[in-house]
């Protein structure tokens, strides 16, 4: 079966741009995460969707950041605008309705 | 506010040793431990969970819980260079029947030394 695949791997733009990731959780799994990781920070969570429904999204950093889960098979997290500090690698991962959690390969974002 | 420390590292081991990994976690209604390795540029990977206190093994693998302390641990047998890797503690509030995020430490960075 398929992981969890996110796009695109890698991104760079500049200061301001609008920023769009993607993530396509495992078949079946009713929950999905976005997590971002520094090196300052390391590994946080941003929000999180079950059922395609927004639960927890208290780790959005501020308005310049959204996420929407249309289907179950397909969510998106924006940046608009994007600041060279939202450079970080954004991993998705998704879940059946138990704790585990299966990760993404990530999108490196860089912000100049 | 949750928060989960582990020390960074490196901690190095000689091929074939016991590695032995630390956590500890401040939220006393934590239910769920995770043990995930990140290597360079990867994704973490789950690689042991645990949701009762006292030990459990999965192959060279053991994962142990003290609810009372507030402490995980990870042992690694027979340690390889291919476990070379970041090992990151992860905790969460919810036991079974459902999901909730993780809250993460920051990893620590594991060295076998052959």
Same mark, same amino acid.
């Given at each position: *079966?398929?992981g969890?695949?996110? @796009?695109?791997?890698?991104?760079?733009?500049? !200061? =301001?741009q609008?920023?769009?990731?993607?993530?396509?959780p495992?078949?079946g799994?009713?929950?999905l995460?976005?997590? /971002?990781?520094? !090196? &300052?920070?390391?590994?946080?969570?941003?929000?999180?969707?079950?059922?395609?429904v927004?639960i927890? *999204?208290?780790?959005?950093?501020?308005? /310049?950041?959204?996420? $929407? !889960?249309?289907?179950?098979?397909f969510?998106?997290?924006?940046i608009?605008?994007?600041?060279?500090?939202? @450079?970080?690698?954004?991993?998705?991962?998704?879940?059946?309705g138990?704790?585990? #959690?299966y990760?993404?390969p990530?999108?490196?974002? %860089?912000?100049? | #506010? +949750?928060?989960v420390?582990?020390?960074?590292?490196?901690?190095?081991?000689?091929?074939?040793?016991?590695?032995?990994?630390n956590?500890?976690?401040?939220? /006393?209604g934590?239910? @769920?431990?995770?043990?995930? /390795?990140q290597?360079?540029?990867?994704?973490?990977?789950?690689? &042991?969970?645990?949701?009762?206190?006292g030990? +459990?093994?999965?192959?060279?693998?053991t994962?142990?819980?003290? +609810?009372?302390?507030?402490?995980?641990?990870?042992?690694?047998? *027979?340690? #390889?260079?291919?476990?070379?890797?970041?090992?990151?503690?992860?905790?969460? %509030?919810? $036991?079974?029947?459902?999901?909730? =995020?993780l809250?993460?430490? $920051?990893?620590?960075?594991?060295?076998?030394?052959?």
């Open positions: *079966d398929a969890v695949i996110q @796009s695109p791997r890698h991104e760079v733009t500049e !200061m =301001g609008e920023v769009t990731l993607r993530c396509k495992i078949s799994h009713d929950y995460f976005w997590y /971002r990781q520094t !090196m &300052m920070r390391g590994l946080e969570l941003l929000i999180y969707f079950n059922n395609n927004p927890d *999204d208290s780790g959005m950093p501020e308005d /310049r950041f959204s996420a $929407k !889960m249309p289907n179950a098979s969510s998106t997290l924006k608009q605008p994007s600041e060279p500090r939202d @450079s970080a690698v954004y991993f998705c991962a998704s879940s059946y138990l704790p585990q #959690q990760f993404g990530g999108t490196r974002l %860089t912000v100049t | #506010q +949750k928060e420390e582990q020390n960074s590292g490196p901690l190095s081991v000689p091929e074939g040793a016991i590695a032995s990994l956590c500890t976690y401040s939220d /006393r934590s239910q @769920s431990f995770f043990w995930y /390795r290597y360079s540029g990867k994704s973490p990977e789950l690689i &042991m969970f645990i949701y009762s206190n030990d +459990k093994e999965d192959g060279r693998f994962a142990q819980l003290n +609810k009372a302390s507030q402490y995980v641990s990870l042992l690694i047998r *027979d340690s #390889q260079p291919s476990d070379s890797a970041t090992y990151l503690c992860a905790v969460n %509030t919810v $036991k079974g029947g459902g999901a909730d =995020g809250t993460f430490g $920051k990893g620590t960075h594991l060295i076998i030394q052959p």
